[in-house]
């Protein structure tokens, strides 16, 4: 336990965290990795270099900070990044040499200001946090290892099937190369793929959700090919699973992980919402409702560029024709001219407020949705404008969190 003293010390902190605190991250990860490159296996490249983990990691040592004397109040955020931790292979001998560079860091960074008092306490309070991070991580390696089928670390799957769901996105039929039992998992959660490309130093580590239902005697993953845009260079793994992964290649999975899960007891309305490839999760999500849940009623909204980027269309509208409670909109930023006069979609432009107000059936229903970042500050504000409450809105970040606000 932290005395009060250190509480009210950390608490101190609060304001030079949030000036400093990306500053802080940055110098952290630049320390780590100059003393430890090997971390590097396991750590997003791309991520680094976009400085989303940086943000990510101020806005985490911020929120700890804030809430020192009520830890319990962060403990969602714990569980969200403790089953990617649990993904990637995070194990308890990697918190210490966090701590260390963390506090290296804040001493770097913030100067004369890190007095040997205020150190002390980040100390201390980084090992109450870590083992945190350490027990609840434990659990989730036990639980994944001990259900029917389950492993830890990495397993290796076979890619049974390779479909090309549209222009950017693939989907990979991953089944057990060893022909062993597959677990079942939450619609919602995803596996993290483990590869090694030829010429490169570093393995490299991604998280791609589960696609379809649970039950399949297969995993699928739908992957988008991460083109260059801008500034930006083509994603590394993206583009070799497209390019160069082939049906008979093996795959390293990582057991099933997350906490943006389907919540199965609740027999109200659902509203599915996605942008681009956002959508992987919610056909999980809307394939297991169709089996187990049959008479809830489900909107399902996805937004894309048009047709020719629109992934999963033909599957989505069987349900729909299937189910008389089910509906669908389309929404395309640029569609084409064959897409206008077949009339593909329902709104061209963006999903707005004005918009998506008309087409929720009504706000006593659970959301859920995923999609670029930008689309999800956008749907996130028009749902609580139209007055949803917090607990009834889910949402999941495809890399580091960010503030929706």
Known sequence: MLTQQTI?????????????????????????????????????????????????????????????DQLETILPVVRQIAHKHRSLGILPEHYPIVGEHLLAAIAEVIGEQATDEILQAWAEAYGVIANVFISVEAELYQEAEAQKGGWSGFRSFRVERKVRESEVITSFYLIPADGGTLPSFQPGQYISVKMNIPDDTYTHIRQYSLSDAPGRPYYRISVKREDAYEERPAGKISTYLHEQVAEGDVL?????????????????????????????????????????????????????????????????????????????????AAPSEEDRSASRYYKEGYIDLDWLRGVI???????????????????YQALRACGVPDQDIHFEFFGPAADLQ
């Open 252 to 332: 390293e999975l990582s057991a099933p992980a997350g906490e943006f899960v389907l919540d199965e007891q609740d027999s109200r309305p659902v509203v599915l919402i996605s942008g681009g490839v956002g959508l992987t999760p919610m056909m999980s999500m809307l394939n297991t409702l169709s089996e187990r849940s049959p008479a809830r009623a489900v909107t399902f909204i996805h937004a894309a560029r048009n047709s020719q980027y629109h992934a999963m269309r033909e599957a989505v509208e069987e349900l729909t024709l299937a189910h008389a409670n089910y509906q669908a909109h389309w929404v395309y």
């Open 8 to 68: 009210a010390t950390i608490k101190s902190t609060v304001p030079v965290m949030e000036v400093y605190g990306t500053q802080i991250t940055s110098t952290f990860y630049q320390r780590m990795f100059a003393a430890h490159p090997e971390l590097l296996n396991i750590f997003n490249h791309a991520n680094q270099k976009q400085g989303r983990q940086q943000a990510a990691l101020a806005n985490a040592v911020y929120a700890a900070a804030k809430h020192i």
């Open 361 to 379: 059936p009504d706000q006593e229903a659970a959301f859920y949705f995923c999609g670029p970042v930008p689309f999800m500050k956008t749907v």
